[in-house]
């Protein structure tokens, strides 16, 4: 997913990607129900990470639910991390009418999506990939988002989907003090410019930039324009 942003930074620091549980070549063994119940079992995993490579002053580049990841880690250990990247964050996807939160989702539409995805992951996969990806005069792209789902293992999908789109990470944000940088693209329907406005009003120190990209994946999309951006605030 990184193919066409990392390389630009591979002169200036060191690289390190990683394939979460359950996706591309990771050991799906390493999976367990109760570790991955929340989203602060893969914010250990990225700390594990950290520390079995000893990072120091790590700028953490994290798109979509990983963007939350990287926040939970940083506030975990924030002396590990000198900056956070955040692409498409979303503390929660589920509006809130008594707090006046909107999230994007309505309950009914996320109980809808997510007995798409149980009752058939691959079917979920082709339709929704090319809706996340936005751009449809660019199908190859919502191709190559299709492929990416379909090499992580269904079950560890249907229930990594429940973990994300039902989390609320939103007094997480207060918590977080390393500095970041909030990349929203326009025309995003899984973290609409309303949600990347929430974020920065409620994340201390950061720094919002609006993309001109569309869609959710900046990073396939639009990767020049995200390597400018990261590079420029960096």
Known sequence: MWRLVAPAFADTHRLVLFD???????DLSAYHDERYATLGGY??????????????????????????IGV???IEEPERFARLVLIGPSPRYLNEP???????????????????LDSNYLGWSSQMAPVIMGNPDRPELGAELTNSFCRTDPEIARKFARVTFLADNRDDLLELRTPALILQCTDDVIAPTVVGDYVHKHTAGS????????????NLSAPDETVEAIKAWL
Do not use: Q, W
């Open 98 to 116: 008594a707090d006046n939160y909107v999230g994007g989702f309505d309950r009914s539409d996320l109980d809808s999506l997510l007995d798409a």
């Open 72 to 74: 939970l880690a940083a």
């Open 207 to 218: 720094t919002l930039v609006h993309l001109n990209a569309t869609g959710h994946c900046p």
């Open 20 to 26: 979460h549980v359950g996706s591309g070549k990771s």
């Open 43 to 68: 914010a250990a995993d990225l700390l594990e990470i950290v520390h079995e490579h000893d990072l120091r002053d790590v700028v953490f580049v994290g798109h979509s639910v990983s963007a939350m």
